[in-house]
């Protein structure tokens, strides 16, 4: 028996039928200069303004979807190792949940069930339960 493990392939759609792009698809031909009429002569200073104002524009759209949020994400990281410490519940990127025991300036030591293990602090993904919060109330 199969478990169910989400949308089949046939149900997700595909990325260029995807709304959104397709409006960005038409605002950008919107956009787009007439072509010329025949017999006349593109200006090349037009048509190298437009290059540069285009690469501009993907330069700025890149730094807004791909590079802010990444400094945004890794200053929360930051932030949250340099708040972890003994008796917090934590959880690695791959998966294991444990107490830490002892934090290092790399390494963290947590306690998984039975088990005793030092992890680079780098793999915490996030703290579950700080130390100090567990039936505090």
Do not use: H, W
């Not at 493990?5 to 995807?18: C, I, K, V, W, Y």
């Not at 787009?32 to 285009?54: C, E, F, M, S, V």
């Not at 190792?81 to 300036?105: A, C, Q, R």
Request: include cysteine.
């Amino acid at each position: 028996m199969l478990a169910n493990r989400g949308p089949t392939r046939e149900s997700r759609q595909p990325l260029l039928m995807n709304k959104s792009v397709l409006d960005l698809v038409n605002v950008l031909l919107a956009l787009a200069p007439p072509p010329n009429q025949p017999g006349t002569q593109p200006d090349p200073r037009a048509q190298t303004l437009t290059l540069l104002g285009t690469l501009l524009l993907m330069g700025v759209m890149f730094y807004f979807l791909l590079i802010r949020p990444q400094r945004v994400r890794a200053k929360q990281q930051e932030q949250l190792l340099k708040t972890l410490k003994p008796g917090d519940k934590v959880v690695t990127t791959s998966g294991l949940l444990g107490v830490v025991v002892s934090v290092k300036d790399k390494t963290v030591c947590i306690r998984s069930a039975d088990a005793k293990l030092e992890v680079l602090k780098t793999t915490i993904a996030e703290i579950t339960e700080r130390s100090g919060s567990s039936n505090a109330s």
